[in-house]
């Protein structure tokens, strides 16, 4: 290739991006102009990948961690073949496009992981490394990929960043590069007033290679950087000194290249400084085109190469190639549900959820080869280890426990980022009131994905680690995220459908809510059946025409059960337990009224902010918990915030009186 054709491929990068933010009126035009070359090495020299099979198994992924620079990855997504037309380009930005303004899982073939949120790529990249090195280890598929990406100061200033990049030096996930766009500026101004940190310092002393390159329009150092950091055992960081806006006469080196577009006048200039037709617009030039298709019928061959490889391999590995099938379909059994309410005790006993959730996950583990996770230091208390598998170590992926150490947030982007690499089921750990480090929930939802977020300690009856530790809002926070499902089961039965309903889910994210202390046994009319439990609602006791409907989900099923005989008599009280609001409010308007009749009074009773009930209580009733908790035993704050059968009962028969 030319060194002509080489900054014609580079530049027709930078101009479809500034473009794309011209005609949007909105965008980024900055980073991808910076980047240009730096994409252009990847995609030209390193990336593997198949534009007809976006989601084939060995590709290489890459991540924008930096995702406001999307113009950035949907220019190289066009210019490589896949489903993104010139006309998708044109489209940057617009309702119903393929381009939104930050790049989103399911919107565009090729994009990896929804991005935006600083931070939150380039930890979603160190799940997906270790995703490759566990898949790897488990099936002993041969898998050749790595994850690269391109993360930018603000990415690094991110705290999520340091605690996944941690976590990703620790265990050794040499299948990851990023490359660091370097270029000084952020949103508001240069980074010496915000960001002088020895960087090189920080990725060392995490355990990565790091490496400089001085001048990020230099093609060949970055490509030499590139095949150092693929030879290298460790994560590699290249650091890349670009310039935020490169060609941009007036523009350059300012925060004004950032996040706006250049302006006509300024776009000109450009052109004519980087010698660009002056009147040209979403110019790809037809030796540019050209170029890339044999870039195209390159990597075919490698993917086609590749193929035959993975057959071979599957002939002569029945089992393997069993496990392989089973992880990359998600294969569940259709009785996992019963096969998971069958480890609960029969008759019940009185027990934490969290407890029960530890014997439901042994047995979903079993079953489900992909379930894969752990907790952030604090295995003895969630119970969320699995007994049978293995640790996930560094250089050792054979296992299944994963320890992420304290770092929430980290681990909430990691999990993300397993569920986004496909073949695993990875889940979470921690205390509900520690989900205020941890919002990956929200982008999980966002992005359709199937993480599982335990949390356990759910109310302030964990009691005497005090109101620090104790949730009050962190319910109806989390229930406010749209296309989350939040489990807050009240018995063993409840927790096995709360990991049958997660497990089984394929358009979402599930959350569980399990309980630090024992429950008394619920007191079931007639068989219980957990399948009823996972539509998310249903009556504890069916009574005909109900003068009032009481609702309570998990530690408050048992309390109101106990509180119900002590109602005034002289009303019919039906008792529902709502183990998943979603759920119950998914049904069909007449199969929710059959349950909680309108015109009928209703309560509902947790022992939490009740913000969000009042979707279904209208002017009803909250027994709940509206102020912060206290350090005491569990009969103290039961007696102090009115959560005791008697204080229940009076409560709803004064309102009911009233
Ligand atoms: C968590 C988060 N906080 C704030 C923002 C808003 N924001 C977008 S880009 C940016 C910083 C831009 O600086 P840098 O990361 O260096 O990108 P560059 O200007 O070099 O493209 C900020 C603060 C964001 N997207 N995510």
Redesign the pocket.
């Known amino acids: 290739m030319t060194p002509e054709l080489q900054q014609k491929c580079i530049n027709t990068i930078r101009f479809l991006a500034i473009d794309a933010v011209e005609k949007a009126n909105s965008g980024?035009p900055?980073?991808p102009m910076g980047c240009a070359p730096a994409a252009f090495v990847l995609w030209s020299r390193h990336i593997r990948f198949n534009p007809r099979e976006p989601r084939w198994a060995n590709r290489d992924r890459f991540v924008l961690s930096?995702g406001?620079?999307s113009m950035l990855i949907y220019a190289m997504l066009h210019l490589t073949g896949y489903d993104v037309t010139m006309d998708d380009l044109k489209n940057f930005r617009q309702w119903g496009s393929k381009t939104p303004g930050h790049p989103e899982f399911h919107d565009t073939p090729g994009v990896e992981a929804t991005t935006?949120?600083?931070?939150q790529g380039i930890s979603n990249a160190v799940g997906m490394a270790l995703s490759q090195k566990m898949l790897a280890a488990h099936t002993g598929a041969p898998i050749e990929n790595f994850v690269y990406g391109i993360c930018?100061?603000?990415?690094l200033m991110?705290g999520v960043a340091s605690e996944a990049c941690s976590i990703a030096g620790h265990l050794q996930l040499g299948n990851l590069v990023f490359l660091y766009?370097d270029?000084l500026?952020?949103?508001a101004g240069h980074t010496d007033v915000t960001f002088t940190e020895d960087r090189d310092k920080s990725f060392e002393a995490y355990g990565w290679h790091v490496q400089h390159v001085a001048d990020g329009n230099d093609v060949e150092a970055i490509d030499r950087a590139i095949q150092n950091a693929k030879k290298d055992p460790r994560p590699s960081m290249i650091s890349v000194r670009t310039v935020?806006g490169y060609g941009s006469p007036h523009k350059a080196n300012t925060h004004e290249a950032?996040g706006s577009p250049l302006g006509k006048d300024e776009v000109r200039a450009t052109k004519d400084n980087l010698g660009w037709p002056l009147d040209s617009a979403f110019l790809v030039p037809d030796d540019v085109r050209q170029f890339w298709a044999g870039r195209i019928e390159e990597v075919k061959r490698g993917y086609d190469e590749w193929q035959q490889k993975f057959a071979q391999w599957k002939a002569g590995n029945p089992e393997k190639a069993k496990l392989w099938d089973t992880l990359a379909e998600r294969r569940t059994p259709a009785d996992l549900a019963e096969q998971l309410a069958a480890v609960i005790p029969n008759p019940p006993v009185a027990e934490s959820t969290r407890k029960h959730g530890q014997a439901v996950l042994q047995k979903a583990a079993a079953l489900v080869p992909g379930l894969a996770g752990g907790s952030a230091d604090l295995d003895p208390s969630t119970f969320t280890h699995v007994k049978a598998s293995g640790e996930v170590q560094p250089g050792e992926y054979g296992g299944r426990n994963i320890h992420f150490g304290v770092r929430e947030h980290g681990m909430g982007s990691i999990v993300n980022g397993m569920a986004y690499d496909g073949f695993f089921l990875p889940y979470s750990a921690t205390f509900l009131l520690f989900s205020d480090y941890m919002r990956p929930p929200r982008l999980a939802a966002l992005s359709k994905l199937s993480s599982i977020f335990v949390f356990t300690h759910d109310s302030i009856f964990l009691a005497e680690d005090g109101p620090t530790h104790q949730p009050v809002e962190q319910l109806a926070a989390l229930r406010a995220i749209p296309n989350l499902e939040v489990w807050r089961p009240a018995d063993g039965l409840e927790t096995a459908a709360s990991w049958a309903s997660a497990i089984e889910r394929r358009d979402g994210p599930s959350l569980f809510a399990f309980t630090r202390q024992k429950l008394q046994p619920l007191q079931r009319a007639g068989a219980a059946s957990v399948r009823e439990c996972m539509k998310g609602a249903y009556a504890l006791n069916d009574v005909a025409d109900p003068d009032v409907v009481v609702i309570a989900t998990g530690s408050e099923v048992p309390l109101a059960q106990a509180a119900l005989p002590l109602i005034d008599s002289k009303y019919k009280v039906r008792l529902v337990s709502m183990p998943c609001v979603e759920r119950f409010l998914k049904w069909p308007q007449d199969e929710q009224r059959k349950l909680v009749p309108r015109g009928k009074r209703r309560v509902a009773v947790e022992a939490a902010l009740g913000l969000d009930w009042y979707r279904i209580l209208g002017d009803g009733l909250v027994v709940g918990v509206d102020r912060f908790g206290a350090s005491a035993p569990e009969k103290a704050l039961a007696e102090n915030y009115g959560l005791t059968p008697q204080k229940v009962a009076a409560r709803i028969s004064t309102w009911l009186n009233s």
């Open positions: 980024h900055g980073m930096a406001h620079g935006g949120p600083l931070g930018s100061d603000g990415d991110e766009d270029n500026v952020s949103l935020l950032h």
